[in-house]
């Protein structure tokens, strides 16, 4: 029955081995219709089916992901059909180029180094990670530096492109060590098995005299929380200290204790004392 095929069929490779296919259900095709996938890498090969599918909220299949794909030079060969209520549908049969599908990762370990004395900056990184290609020479790139919006200095943010870029640097001229910039980084096919289209950006990386301030105001911030943590911490140990001091005792001063002539006097005065008490009970017999 026309109609009843599937729709719309894309595949998507991307973080070097997934790769998503999707597609539309027919626009005759009703909600008991049901589409499966299958595909194969060679023709000598037999077609495998689908594992992991994506549906709808009929439960129809409308998409699959596949894990662990390789390139390489492969041809990719996907045919789609189904039924409905036990009759069969039309097919869909597409061949694709594995890596004219692929989604670039975006370039890695991008840095930024700038000398005021040269008003430039040296801009470096590392190609994109793929499955198939592995000479540097193989890419091209597209580079956005942004001179960020100052509300003080009243300096709208601009930006400069530059593209079809090759080599794994790029000189930047026009710093200024007033100013604060970020670049981005992204990559494309350069005459190798490598999908036209542009791959995906790389995260900004922020550079120039803004952040070199923020950086220090930062730093000085953190030396004044140690310092006030120290400061506080030491009054803490002085107040315990001195509690703990005024509860010990005081030793005894060996100056002041009685001495043998003292307790002699002591004892004479004493003796004395109970002789006259035995004398007065004595008289008071009599």
Known sequence: MNGTAIENFVCVIF????????????????????YFLYWKTSKKEDFTGCQNYIKDNCGRHTGCRFQNVTIEKKKAYFLVNGSRSGQSIQSYMKTINLYRIEKLTPPSNVTVNCTEASHGCEIQWQPPRTSHVKRDGCFKYEIVIENKADPEKNIKTTSKTERSITGNSYIFGSFSAKKRYSVKIRATDNGCLVSASWGEWSTPVEFGKEQLISTSSYMLFLIAVLAASILFFLCKVSIYLKKTSSTVPQPKDPFNEISPTDFQTEYKNLFMKHETEEITIIEEMM
């Not at 539309?24 to 049901?34: F, L, N, P």
């Open 15 to 34: 973080n070097v081995s997934f790769m998503n296919c999707t597609w539309h259900v027919g626009r005759s095709a009703s909600e008991d219709t049901q």
